[in-house]
């Protein structure tokens, strides 16, 4: 079962403005997603979904507005961090998936999973028992030997899952999880990301062109030319 959002944003942008050259990719966005709550942004290529997305993990800075992330430590402005704070930030508390997984294809499945948690000190021993754990909360117990190449595309989707949520992260971000995949497998991937982010209570930013992905979500934004022109809470 899902977990209820709670009322009080986890994440929130308020005033986002970024431009490349006189292009503008955001044009004043404010943006909010609570506990237990998945948001889907959708819209035509070059609307600015991903640059949103980007802005709210951190990878980029706006040119102004607010990024701010409510954290065990209290509340952090994201968008004034420098950029060794917002690498340790993306570390720690966020968690990612993109449409071709960057996982790396010489380590295991359970390696994949378990890097992170070494990266911030974790013991390979610990790190590897907790990755396994999460393999097998998605489907995967068995294939923590497999090298990437031996995994089907949505067991690989999977994998990314696992290797985004296990450092704690409070809040996921998948870039079109599902474009590399068909319909069927498409549905499993999300049942699985779904299951793992907001059935924990945690949040889930997705980008997506896919209309039955984002129906999945508690809620629809809508992008086009760097503004917010729609959005929906989905039945």
């Given at each position: 079962m899902t977990a209820a959002p709670s009322s009080s944003p986890v994440l929130s942008a308020g005033s986002l403005v970024k431009t490349y050259g006189t292009a503008v990719a955001l044009g004043g966005v404010d943006f909010r997603v609570a506990a237990g709550e998945s948001v889907a942004i959708m819209g035509a290529s070059g609307s600015g979904k991903t640059t949103l997305l980007h802005c709210l993990a951190g990878i980029i800075q706006p040119d102004s507005g607010t990024v701010r992330l409510v954290a065990p430590s209290g509340l952090v402005d994201v968008a004034t961090l420098s950029e060794k704070e917002r690498s340790r930030l993306r570390r720690e508390s966020f968690g990612f998936v993109f449409q071709q997984g960057f996982l790396l294809p010489e380590l295991t499945a359970v390696e994949?999973?378990?890097?992170?948690?070494?990266?911030?000190?974790?013991?390979?021993?610990?790190?590897?028992?907790?990755?396994?754990?999460?393999?097998?909360?998605?489907?995967?117990?068995?294939?923590?030997?497999?090298?990437?190449?031996?995994?089907?595309?949505?067991?690989?989707?999977?994998?990314?899952?696992?290797?985004?949520?296990?450092?704690?992260?409070?809040?996921?971000?998948?870039?079109?999880?599902?474009?590399?995949?068909?319909?069927?497998?498409?549905?499993?991937?999300?049942?699985?990301?779904?299951?793992?982010?907001?059935?924990?209570?945690?949040?889930?930013?997705?980008?997506?062109?896919?209309?039955?992905?984002?129906?999945?979500?508690?809620?629809?934004?809508?992008?086009?030319?760097?503004?917010?022109?729609?959005?929906?809470?989905?039945?």
């Open positions: 994949n999973v378990a890097l992170p948690l070494m990266l911030g000190g974790t013991a390979r021993a610990q790190a590897e028992q907790e990755a396994a754990g999460w393999l097998a909360a998605l489907g995967l117990a068995g294939f923590e030997t497999r090298r990437i190449g031996q995994l089907s595309g949505g067991q690989a989707q999977r994998v990314a899952i696992a290797r985004a949520q296990v450092t704690g992260a409070s809040v996921v971000f998948a870039d079109e999880p599902t474009g590399a995949l068909d319909s069927n497998t498409s549905a499993e991937v999300m049942d699985a990301l779904i299951g793992s982010t907001t059935g924990r209570g945690r949040s889930l930013v997705v980008v997506t062109h896919d209309e039955n992905v984002a129906a999945r979500c508690s809620r629809v934004v809508q992008l086009a030319d760097g503004r917010i022109v729609d959005e929906a809470v989905t039945a």
